[in-house]
């Protein structure tokens, strides 16, 4: 019976919580990276607060679907993750409870979140998307405030360049200005240089009046007849003044646009009208296409004089006339004539060109303006998808790394997004220029985090140790034959002490099993090719000696003895197949030894692990050697005391 059970409520307690606090959080850190884009056009605009509060507002209705899969990846990492690392996990294994059925309550809430995400990009993030992209036009439109700096030339005031040497904020006076003024032309320019000066913003803040006192204005005489060339350099005119004001059209009231403006873009539409708009400019395409056909055909013989009846008439007949050959009529032509055909011709091939190059320029704006709404259209439906793919990279892989808190989580989330971001972006920029198949580019991040999903899931489901750094450890050692030593130390509880004289048996028994080992192998000698790769043989030689080997280590190292404990640390730890063929699989071992490159390799580094192997026997022999005189003496020790 499929029911809400007290482990989907404990569940979900431990699910919601982080969900919604990566949720905003994600959406915190999108809405600062947005208004990091445009910070430099919005400041020092004077906007007001309710402005500012509802251009934030619709900032952030539009990021929520971008947030969520970011939320829901990082949420379940850190879930599964404390989960895993509180044992939590393996107590509900324990209890007969899989995987997929602790998964179950958070992926119907994965499956809701993903509904949500595309009604709001279906629904209310056009809405929000026409508020937004009109408060931000709107924005880039008003005014600034005026804050002139010291010491530099101030350009936002239009037709004006402010020089202020000092300033004093409480008063605002200026001191040593320089104005350059161009109101009335760059040709009718203005120089203004004044002991001091104001700025205000009149009431209405539509004019800016500039207050000045002591100094001068240097203006370009108008040129005259007479008096020489224009390009002739002539002395400004100076006209020094006590007093003198200026009133410039500065309106600096925030004018909301018209919202009609931005609803053609496609971020701006629902899925339905998407369709309906790609469904005009397809038939708006093809109309103009014909339409372009027909204007081409119809120009052509309006530049001959001819009708198309007339055309096709002459045409017949001089082909006839010439049989195809019409370099016939113009070798005949007289030289003048044959200047004016060609100079005709670049003409109508000019004009031509100019005429497709401007129908060429339509056809691709309509084809261009068709792909960003097929993207929009796509992206609506493969961003709420991942969502859903994000819960099956994120549940699975928090439950095999085993660790919680915002630490390796976030740092994992952070990056497994950036990778969806890189190729999402590049599949949709690919798509919206044409150079992919629209389905291709726009699907292409789902299709790869389809897969990467389904193997965490599988691993996870099989208690898998993907991120066991140890196995990894372990797999570079056998692969490029590294060393592992040994590391016993005296134990600080000992229950039973070795038998020293069964020890020395076993002793005995290993080296002879050892010097045995090197007579029948001869592992210092070249193996041969043939029976390496294509006769593959097991050693359970090998495997017997190794077995008898950890035997006395384990026995042994229970000794309280200090000299053996060294003696045993002496001792190798054996690879035993790494002096056989590479892989179990027979046929695997012929492919690698039919190609030669590859097998020549292998057959080297079999060589080398056959005389480390050789070597191996040699030390175990002399490590026995010297640990049977201290089993004895300790064996006789032991005898006297009883």
């Known amino acids: 019976m499929l029911g809400i059970k007290k482990l989907d409520i404990y569940i979900l307690r431990k699910f919601l919580p982080l969900f919604v606090a990566a949720f905003f959080i994600c959406l915190f850190v999108f809405m600062m990276q947005f208004t ?110 005026v804050e002139i700096p010291e010491g530099v030339f101030y350009n936002n005031v239009p037709n004006m360049n402010v020089y202020v040497q000092r300033k004093i904020p409480k008063t ?129 013989y309006a530049s001959q004089h001819l009708s198309k009846e007339d055309s096709t008439h002459l045409r017949e007949q001089l082909t006839s006339a010439t049989k195809g050959d019409f370099n016939k009529i113009y070798k005949g032509l007289p030289q003048d004539e044959k200047e004016k055909v060609l100079q005709s011709m670049k003409v109508n091939i000019a004009s031509q060109t100019l005429d497709w190059e401007g129908m060429s320029f339509m056809t691709k704006e309509n084809n261009k303006m068709i792909r960003r709404h097929w993207v929009e259209w796509h992206q609506k439906m493969a961003l709420s998808l991942a969502c859903l793919l994000f819960f099956f990279i994120g549940a699975p892989l928090g439950a095999i790394i085993r660790k919680g808190g915002l630490g390796l989580p976030t740092v994992i989330s952070v990056a497994i997004f950036i990778f969806y971001y890189i190729i999402n972006t590049s599949g949709m920029k690919m798509a919206r220029d044409g150079a992919w198949d629209m389905v291709y580019g726009m699907w292409i991040s789902s299709a790869v985090l389809l897969p ?118 002496e001792l190798p730890i054996i690879f035993v197949r790494s002096h ?17 490159p590859i097998g020549i390799l292998l057959w080297w580094r079999i060589w080398n692990f056959r005389r480390r192997l050789n070597n191996d026997m040699k030390q175990i022999i002399r490590v026995c050697d010297m640990l049977e005189p201290c089993l004895e003496k300790l064996s006789r020790n032991n005898k006297t005391e009883i």
């Open 172 to 300: 605002g006076m200026l001191y040593q200005v320089i104005l350059y003024k161009t109101d009335e032309g760059f040709e009718n320019a203005q120089i203004v240089l004044a002991d001091s000066g104001k700025m205000e913003i009149t009431e209405d803040k539509l004019h800016l009046k500039v207050t000045l006192w002591d100094g001068n204005l240097y203006q370009k005489p108008p040129f005259r007849p007479g008096q020489g060339p224009a390009g002739v350099n002539h002395p400004y005119l100076r006209q020094p003044f006590h007093y003198k004001q200026f009133l410039y059209d500065f309106d600096s009231n925030f004018n909301m646009a018209d919202e009609e403006l931005m609803r053609n873009m496609p971020s701006t539409k629902s899925m339905a009208k998407i369709e309906v708009d790609i469904d005009s400019m397809v038939h708006m395409s093809d109309s103009l296409g014909k339409r372009n056909f027909a204007a081409s055909k119809s120009r052509w």
């Open 36 to 145: 990091w884009r445009y910070l430099d056009e919005l400041v020092g605009k004077g906007l007001t607060l309710d402005i500012l509060a509802q251009f934030f507002w619709h900032m952030g209705l539009t990021l929520v679907p971008t947030s969520m899969p970011l939320a829901v990846l990082l949420a379940t990492l850190i879930t599964f993750g404390n989960m895993g690392e509180q044992l939590e996990l393996l107590a509900m294994k324990a209890a007969g409870v899989s995987l997929m059925r602790i998964m179950r309550p958070i992926l119907l809430v994965a499956i809701l979140v993903t509904g949500i995400s595309f009604h709001f990009q279906n629904s209310t993030s056009p809405k929000a998307q026409v508020n937004m992209r009109t408060l931000l036009y709107s924005m880039k439109q008003t005014q600034p405030a």
């Open 452 to 569: 990467i999903g389904i193997f965490f899931t599988y691993k996870a489901n099989k208690d898998s140790n993907l991120f066991n750094a140890e196995a990894y450890k372990q797999l570079v050692r056998n692969i490029f034959g590294l060393r592992v030593v040994r590391n016993i130390s005296r134990k600080e509880v000992i229950i039973d002490d070795p038998d020293y004289s069964a020890m020395c048996v076993a002793i005995q028994e290993l080296r002879q099993a050892c010097g045995e080992y090197i007579e029948l192998k001869k592992l210092y000698r070249a193996p041969n090719y043939l029976r390496v790769f294509f006769r593959y043989q097991e050693d359970h030689h090998a495997e017997e000696i190794s077995e008898q080997l950890e035997a006395v280590v384990e026995v042994l190292s229970n000794t309280k003895d200090a000299k053996i404990l060294g003696l045993l640390n």
């Open 580 to 596: 056989l063929a590479p892989f179990n699989n027979a046929r695997w071992n012929q492919i690698a030894g039919i190609l030669l």
